[in-house]
């Protein structure tokens, strides 16, 4: 059996997690005030995901890149992969938030979303 101790992000009190884990499974999780912990200490050991935020470049807006993130959690294995694809990917203006300037992002299954609007430039 093995132990890993973490750092609950499940909620403001950040408590202290001991997960005892026995062949990739958690067999048990303590030092959590919530359920919010022993959900995120079962998540966090066998399948952790995070959310992928970074720029994107576009053509003809009023900034030259706009923010975003992943639409949902990608496998943390991941994260390197996404972001590099972020680099590659281009929008045109105008742009507004929500809007999915990119599908399957690294082959996560995953969109792209933009966090902000961008305009069109004006002359």
Do not use: W
């Amino acid at each position: 059996m093995t132990t890993r101790t973490l750092t609950c992000i499940g909620c403001p009190l950040g408590c202290t997690l001991n997960v005892a884990l026995e062949e990739g499974r958690v067999v048990s999780v303590s030092g959590n005030t919530c359920k919010k912990g022993d959900d995120y200490a079962h998540k966090e050991c066998v399948a952790p995901a995070r959310t992928v935020t970074g720029t994107v470049r576009i053509s003809g807006g009023s900034l030259p890149v706009c923010s975003v993130k992943t639409a949902q959690e990608v496998p943390k294995d991941k994260i390197f992969e996404v972001a590099a694809a972020l680099a590659e990917i281009r929008a045109s203006a105008p742009v507004s938030i929500g809007d999915v300037l990119a599908e399957n992002v690294a082959g996560t299954g995953v969109s792209v979303v933009a966090t902000r609007h961008v305009a069109e430039k004006t002359a």
